[in-house]
């Protein structure tokens, strides 16, 4: 989950926190603070957000002991803007180490100041207030989404996306819809995360940002590789790692997260072509098997069908003429003629059997008989005596 800032206080880049620190302790000793005027307590507390947030990824306990003394002293000069600022910072502290409890306690008391800020309001621009609205309402979402409550979580996302996207505040908006995708996604309702993510990528292009786009890209990257599209969830994961690869120093979380995801996605796209080239192989083979057994059978077939007719060639020769007439002169079948006339031509057994579609077997048998039904032993004396008995005519 990412933090959604709208506006977050940020007047502390630019300065020299150990000098702002050593002014600020010697201007400001608890004596002198006790009897400090309005004006002196007022840049008391605008220094104390200052090094808070200058701190706040720096050195943590010392971001909240300023924030803390913002708060107190805020509450003295009853400047809830103060308290709502500094109340969020240490919230989100305790959220980011999930100490859910002591989040709600900061948070809570962020709404508070939020609520004594609205109620004073009478700027027809409520341009800064509703920045601190949409900025607690997203930061109450994060909160519930850690909780499991997903119906406030969205009720309060919902409220603040309204403010982003009518003020044009795009990269919030984009981080807000991202965030939704995060939480559909962990759920496992990619269905749901899927337009989130859409959407967040196209506000985040909508506003420029480079780092914001790369988050999105991360995010669709993720999505298509708990989807199983291997493929294109590379392609996202590649073109958010161009950006945090030339930002390998400030975004080196980013980076890391990325790299990791791509592992696994080429891990999952290794162990997918493996089993596609498996699969394959097991196809050919059976594909190899099937032509073999098919070719035998067709071969079996010939056979059989050769046999029958050999048998019934032999028998009908065999078989007594009705009359008992001496035996008739020799005569050739169709199948012997042919043969014959190929012998003639030249043809060797195997030839001939290619050229009647037969076994090289049956072509033999039938020049068997041929000799025998003409008493020759040679193909040069069979066709000779062919010739003499005119057998082909």
């Known amino acids: 989950m990412v933090p959604v800032f709208a506006f977050a206080y940020g007047d502390h880049r630019g300065h020299d926190l150990d000098s702002l620190e050593r002014v600020l302790e010697e201007r400001f000793t608890p004596d002198r603070l006790a009897v400090a005027s309005p004006e002196e307590q007022a840049d008391y507390v605008r220094t104390c957000r200052q090094l808070a947030w200058g701190y706040l990824q720096l050195d943590g306990p010392r971001s909240v002991y300023y924030a803390r003394q913002a708060i107190r002293t805020g509450r003295e000069l009853d400047n809830p803007d103060a308290v709502f600022d500094m ?22 008391q962020a709404a508070d100041a939020l609520a004594l800020i609205e109620a004073r309001w009478s700027d027809p621009d409520r341009h800064d207030l509703e920045a601190d609205q949409a900025r607690l309402w997203g930061t ?24 982003f996207e009518r003020r044009g505040w795009w990269e919030d ?19 749901a995360a899927k337009p989130e993510y859409e959407r967040a990528l196209q506000l985040a292009r909508q506003s420029g940002d480079s780092l914001i786009i790369a ?62 080239a498996m699969g394959a192989l097991a196809l050919l083979l059976l594909a190899a098997v099937v032509f073999f057994v098919n070719r035998r059978l067709r071969r079996t077939e010939t056979e059989l069908s050769e046999t029958s007719a050999v048998l019934d060639e032999t028998i009908e020769e065999l078989r007594p003429a009705e009359d008992a007439v001496p035996q008739e002169p020799v005569r050739l079948t169709g199948r012997e003629k042919d043969i014959v006339r190929l012998l003639m031509e030249g043809k060797t057994t195997p030839e001939i059997a290619e050229a009647l579609f037969l076994s090289e077997k049956t072509i033999l048998w039938y020049r068997k008989r041929l000799h025998a039904k003409l008493d020759v032993h040679t193909a040069a004396a069979l066709t000779a005596e062919v010739i003499r008995r005119h057998l082909l005519d």
């Open 173 to 191: 908006a984009s981080t807000l819809h991202r965030n939704i995708g995060e939480v559909y996604l962990d759920e496992g309702d990619l269905k």
């Open 215 to 276: 988050g999105c890209l991360y995010g669709m990257g993720r999505w298509y590789e708990e989807s199983g599209r291997t493929v294109k969830a590379l392609k996202y994961l590649t073109q958010a790692d161009e950006y945090f690869g030339n930002h390998a120093v400030e975004e080196a979380g980013g980076r890391a997260n990325t790299l990791a995801v791509m592992n696994d996605a080429r891990k999952k796209l290794t162990r997918s072509s493996f089993l596609l």
């Open 140 to 163: 109450l979402g994060n909160f519930y989404a850690m909780q499991d409550s997903l119906e406030l979580f969205a009720y309060y996302y919902g409220k603040a996306g309204e403010i």
């Open 87 to 108: 109340s969020i910072l240490i919230g989100q502290g305790f959220w980011a180490r999930e100490q859910y409890d002591s989040a709600r306690v900061y948070y809570n």
